[in-house]
């Protein structure tokens, strides 16, 4: 069998996190409100309402065109998308068409050595062909035989962004939504939850003989709201195409569903004619233009990238590349573990090691962010330098770790509450050594007779009576002493 | 410039409008006399001129990002030939 390659492009809508819609001031989230109840004139469509863009919309769309290395126009047009459904009161879509608020771009997607063919990580550059703002639909459920519309959804602020035909494997194409997703949180323009339809995406399918270069007829996987759905869903057509085209069959362009229950494609029935949406511009919308000085400001709000900063915790701070993935995996992680570095000054290595093996459970197990922590880095940081100067031991320390989180008090401060350092008093050490050795005369006998290795156990001794705070190469040196 | 009966038919589909045979043949001739006007214009030389979407030299107006009130579902659904559950209910759409 000759060899194939898989050929995927994708489109993804994503909602911004605005509070409000895009046109109107009705509230932009209705994940827990009941239906219709986020809705007014404007974005239910009765006659006589002229829409009003939302300042915040421009401004995520050029955080994340910025983001994505796209040309910003100055100038940008809405244009109207005309077609009849019963989600969208209107009869037309306010989207944008060739003059869109983003132009180009592209992402640079690493993938890792697990996810390649042949194990060895390599970049692939994803190139951005669309990237604009639109107004989302409604919503329509059927039940009963019936079927039932809430508007809440209408006019709630998407930015489309479509994939060339860059993506060569499920497997690719599953992280480059790793990674948007990743960014979306980054910049703080989307949640980015797939499951409740914030990043939605569909896939375009095709396969070729491997070393060709042209593009052949493409298949459309829509409804796919999971990364997992997405990878599975993808490589399951093109298993398809490659069985297809081995038969002799030809690939005809269908649109195909994802049933995510029964882990299939179906097909969907194919529109009779092309759809002919009518672009023309909005008349109701004015040009957007973004001056210099708006631009500016909007950008300074941008912060270094979640790759870019990978590369520079790599880089600056010697770490491997598997703990700089997973501490810049989210940006107030990230922060987090600079502040820390910076209020330890030791070594790096250390504080990613305890940040990732105890703070980042403690974040899993309460659902928080680096950010909500009461343990703050310059606590992380106090707490690893008592490790090393010995006042505390590291079991106390990971112990400390909780307690800070609960109390909000400084490491030190506990310590000294709680009497949890280290005894490195010799006078208090030596009194709990001579209990020990008054309580224990048939070992100390059998250890003046030569069974040497007895030492630990006396350590063990008195360190369970000092309850781990005796500094055991104290207590060791005393018992030496006093068994001579 | 004449507009064909296939394309009146194409149009009044993509509007969702029914014509009668008469109805096609009166908009076909209304639709290409306002299509011929038009045309004039493209005797215009517009070399080294962009294209114009707007005579308006303003630019859009912004709004903040501030939640105004908005209608109630009961307000909403006042003029529905059919509500239910707070909802419009609509034909089953076969696509």
Redesign the interface.
């Known amino acids: 069998m000759p060899e194939y390659e898989a050929v995927i492009g994708l489109e993804t809508h994503i909602q911004l996190n605005?509070?409000?819609k895009i046109f109107?001031?009705?509230?932009a989230d209705s994940w827990f409100d009941?239906?219709?109840?986020?809705?007014?004139?404007v974005c239910?469509g009765l006659p006589g309402v002229l829409p009003?863009?939302?300042?915040?919309?421009?401004e995520k769309a050029v955080l994340l065109a910025a983001a994505m290395h796209a040309e910003i126009r100055p100038v940008s047009?809405f244009d109207r998308k005309?077609y009849?459904?019963?989600d969208l009161p209107k009869g037309y879509q306010i989207s944008q068409f060739d003059q869109s608020i983003g132009k180009g771009g592209y992402l640079d997607l690493p993938i890792p050595a697990a996810s390649a063919a042949d194990k060895q990580a390599y970049t692939r550059r994803v190139s951005i062909t669309k990237l604009h703002m639109e107004e989302d639909a409604g919503k329509?459920?059927?039940a009963g035989?019936?079927?039932?519309?809430?508007?809440n959804r209408c006019g709630v602020p998407l930015i489309e962004m479509v994939t060339g035909p860059d993506l060569r494997s499920a497997d690719e194409a599953a992280q480059y939504l790793i990674r948007l997703r990743q960014l979306l949180r980054w910049l703080g323009v989307s949640e980015a939850d797939m499951e409740k339809g914030h990043l939605r995406c569909d896939a375009n399918v095709s396969i070729r003989l491997k070393g060709e270069t042209g593009l052949n007829p493409k298949t459309e996987i829509k409804n796919v709201n999971s990364i997992d759905a997405v990878r599975e869903a993808i490589e399951k057509e093109i298993a398809r195409q490659i069985h297809e085209t081995e038969a002799g069959r030809k690939i005809e362009a269908w649109t195909l569903e994802w049933d995510e229950d029964a882990g299939v494609l179906r097909k969907?029935?194919s529109k009779e004619t092309e759809a002919?949406y009518?672009y023309f511009?909005e008349p109701d919308?004015?040009?957007?233009?973004l001056d210099d000085a708006w631009k500016q400001a909007i950008l300074r709000d941008l912060p270094e990238l979640p790759l870019e900063r990978r590369a520079r915790f790599v880089a600056q701070y010697g770490l491997p590349e598997y703990d700089a993935d997973i501490l810049t995996a989210e940006r107030s992680l990230s922060d987090y573990y600079e502040a820390a570095v910076k209020a330890y000054g030791g070594d790096p290595k250390k504080v990613s090691n305890w940040l990732m093996n105890d703070v980042l459970r403690m974040l899993n197990d309460a659902g928080l962010k680096a950010e909500d922590l009461k343990l703050t880095p310059a606590h992380l940081a106090e707490l690893l330098k008592l490790v090393d100067s010995g006042k505390i031991n590291i079991t106390t320390g990971k112990a400390l770790l909780g307690k800070v989180q609960e109390s909000g008090k400084s490491p030190a401060a506990i310590v000294e509450a709680e009497g949890l350092g280290l005894v490195s008093d010799d006078s208090a050490i030596r009194a709990v050594v001579e209990e020990v050795l008054a309580e224990s005369p048939a070992e100390v006998a059998s250890y003046k007779g030569g069974k040497l290795t007895l030492m630990g156990w006396f350590v063990g001794q008195v360190m369970r009576k000092m309850r781990g705070k005796a500094d055991p190469n104290l207590a060791r040196q005393i018992l030496e002493e006093l068994l001579q | 410039m004449s507009l064909t009966l296939e394309e009146v038919e194409?149009i009044a589909s993509?509007a969702?409008l029914e014509l009668t045979a008469e109805e096609k043949e009166r908009y076909r001739q209304q639709l290409s006399a306002i299509l011929d006007y038009a045309r004039r214009l493209q005797e215009v030389d517009t070399t080294g001129i962009p294209p114009t979407?707007?005579v308006?030299p303003?630019?859009?107006?912004?709004?903040?990002?501030?939640?105004?009130?908005?209608?109630?579902?009961a307000e909403?659904?006042r003029n529905a030939p059919h509500a239910?559950?707070?909802?419009?209910?609509?034909?089953?759409?076969i696509?």
């Open positions: 605005t509070t409000t109107c001031g009705c509230k009941p239906p219709n109840t986020n809705i007014c004139p239910t009003v863009l939302n300042r915040a919309v421009v047009y005309n009849f459904y019963p329509t459920k059927n035989g019936r079927r039932f519309v809430d508007f969907m029935r002919d009518r511009r919308l004015l040009a957007v233009r | 194409h993509l969702r979407s707007s308006l303003a630019r859009s107006r912004l709004r903040e990002d501030r939640v105004e009130p908005s209608l109630t579902p909403l659904l239910e559950k707070d909802q419009f209910r609509v034909p089953p759409v696509e």
